[in-house]
């Protein structure tokens, strides 16, 4: 989507809001693309570097001083957009690469690593994200900002960032041609420790992912 259609001509480019929407909404149009699955060779590279994009512009929301929405009740912006089909197709497309293990909350102490799944993860963020735009595009610029630094702290922050960690050390196993342990049979509805996730996860080397990945094979 080009910026002619995103925003209004007279709304300056260096402007903060146009700068964030600007980052999400090239976030969306990009996990969109990737989720069709027509260059599934690229797809967990270009994955990294996309949500390590949107993290910096949830940096910038973090950052910010807290953002006060115009009105006291939220306004209604209609019922959200599914993501469940994007959620399929990704789920599909990073198998068997989709579960990782999870620290919910690293201040927590003695907190269990957890089943997660990637696909859930971006489905999630995008959802949260779409909310924020259809204020944005609805010209409620102070209530997407304001939704958009409030689900950061609250959720999609934490989730971006789980994720973020999973594709590095996706990326990083396979460059470093180090096998990667898969949690093969794991459903991410069970609440599994550290024990119970070493003894269910299989070996997997990263050779049998890294062609069909877009990964540079191991020799």
Do not use: C
């Amino acid at each position: 989507m080009s910026d002619a259609t995103l925003h209004s001509t007279t709304m300056d480019p260096d402007d903060f809001a146009v700068q964030i929407a600007d980052q999400i909404e090239s976030f969306l149009v990009a996990v969109t693309e990737v989720a069709k699955g027509d260059e599934p060779d690229s797809a967990i590279p270009f994955l990294l570097l996309e949500v390590s994009q949107l993290l910096l512009a949830g940096g910038r929301l973090g950052a910010h001083e807290d953002i006060v929405p115009d009105e006291r009740y939220e306004p209604d912006s209609g019922p959200d957009a599914d993501a469940d089909d994007l959620r399929e197709r990704l789920a599909v497309m990073l198998d068997p690469v989709d579960v990782y293990s999870e620290v919910f909350d690293p201040y927590e102490p003695r907190k269990a690593p957890v089943p997660a799944r990637i696909s859930d993860d971006l489905a999630d963020v995008i959802t949260d994200l779409r909310h924020g735009m259809a204020h944005y595009r609805a010209g409620r610029t102070t209530e997407a900002l304001w939704w958009w630094q409030f689900s950061y702290f609250s959720n999609w922050g934490s989730t971006a960032s789980a994720t973020l960690r999973a594709l590095q050390s996706l990326v990083a196993h396979v460059r470093l041609n180090q096998p990667l342990e898969e949690l093969d049979g794991l459903d991410t509805d069970q609440g599994l420790g550290d024990e119970t996730l070493a003894e269910e996860a299989g070996r997997v080397m990263a050779r049998e992912i890294a062609g069909p990945l877009g990964l540079r094979p191991v020799k």
